[in-house]
Nanobody, 116 residues
Framework: QVQLVESGGGLVQAGGSLRLSCAAS????????MGWYRQAPGKQRELVAI???????NYADSVKGRFTISTDNAKNTVYLQMNNLKSVDTAVYYC??????????WGRGTLVTVSS
């Protein structure tokens, strides 16, 4: 059973940067899609960024140009580089991995708080 563990969250001022990491207990090559979701207080969970096994990337419009998703297969880790953070980015960020749509794994989340 694959486990996903997020890290890198914290408190940052608006305009600052953070890099989130998602370490998988197994090879991330086993997944077709990996990515990040977030859930802000009082809001539904939303997709932030995804990356496919082929390297294709997609971002939510709200973060495009500011966030970058990447992987390090040797470390079995997915990253989310977040630049120019805004207060609206405040949320719990969840790593996820999907295999053939029918097998989905979630991390427990890491909190990002952006102060204005």
């Amino acid at each position: 059973q694959v486990q996903l563990v997020e890290s890198g969250g914290g408190l940052v001022q608006a305009g600052g940067s953070l890099r989130l990491s998602c370490a998988a207990s197994g090879s991330i090559g086993n997944f077709n899609v990996m990515g990040w979701y977030r859930q802000a207080p009082g809001k539904q969970r939303e997709l932030v960024a995804i990356i496919t096994s082929g390297g294709s990337k997609n971002y939510a419009d709200s973060v495009k140009g500011r966030f970058t998703i990447s992987t390090d297969n040797a470390k079995n880790t997915v990253y989310l580089q977040m630049n120019n953070l805004k207060s609206v980015d405040t949320a719990v960020y969840y790593c996820y991995a999907d295999r053939l749509v029918v097998l989905t794994y979630w991390g427990r989340g890491t909190l990002v708080t952006v102060s204005s």
